[in-house]
């Protein structure tokens, strides 16, 4: 019963190039969530998807940062011509649609922009 | 706008006491409330979690309180072990939301 997978596990771009975050949910979960955490600061929600659609986009930034979760295949958190900001550990979680609560996490990418 | 805040950024336990471990929250609307923990390159893991509609929560090792008037909660850890030397994350939910607060975190360090 495979978890959250996430890929890559470390992400390196140079300041301009384009980031692609995916994610797999466990087996029987719908919904997808992506948080971000900057260092030494907690996790921030950003988007939260259900297949083909958007629910709660409250915590993306307004521009570069897109995320979609197709009919078929992972998750994508797409984030556009990267700038150093953007260094951070994003978090992909799933759950059920029966128990919003029962959440359970990826191991996360961390993207370094140099 | 922190409506999920951890006071204490750290904290340092002999092996075998109690941790505990302090949450406040401001939103009203807030009705769930979990602990995670997280080693470092991993994800958050889930711990435990209360519902509103008690004031404490028991699993094994760790229980949870709730004081909803003062809105606070506390984690403890008894006895303390050193697996335990992680970040400690509350987090909440809103009614009918799926969308988690998180709390900054508190560093635990158990000391053998």
């Known amino acids: 019963n495979a978890g959250v997978m996430q890929n890559p596990r470390h992400l390196v771009r140079r300041r301009g190039q384009e980031a692609r975050l995916r994610c797999s949910p466990m087996k029987g979960h719908s919904h997808v969530y992506w948080y971000r955490q900057l260092p030494e600061e907690g996790l921030k929600f950003m988007v939260y998807l259900q297949k083909e659609n958007i629910i709660d986009e409250s915590g993306m930034p307004k521009e570069r940062f897109s995320a979609e979760f197709p009919k078929e295949g992972p998750s994508i958190l797409r984030i556009q011509q990267v700038v150093r900001g953007d260094s951070a550990a994003y978090f992909c979680a799933s759950s059920p649609a029966k128990d919003r609560a029962r959440y359970t996490f990826g191991s996360g990418t961390r993207l370094t922009v140099v | 706008d922190q409506q999920v805040k951890q006071n204490s950024p750290s904290l340092s336990v002999q092996e075998g006491r109690i941790s505990i471990l302090n949450c406040d929250y401001t939103?009203?609307?807030?009705?769930?409330f979990l602990w995670y923990k997280k080693y470092p390159a991993e994800g958050p893991t889930f711990l435990i979690s209360?519902?509103?509609?008690?004031d404490k929560n028991e699993d094994g090792r760790f229980t949870v309180f709730l004081n909803k008037s003062a809105k606070h909660l506390s984690l403890h850890i008894v006895p303390s072990q050193p697996g335990d030397s992680a970040v400690y994350f509350c987090?909440?939910?809103?009614?009918?939301?799926?969308?988690?607060?998180f709390g900054g975190g508190t560093r635990v360090l158990v000391k053998p």
């Open positions: 939103n009203s609307m807030f009705d769930y």
């Open positions: 209360i519902s509103s509609i008690k």
């Open positions: 987090a909440a939910l809103k009614a009918a939301g799926n969308k988690l607060t």
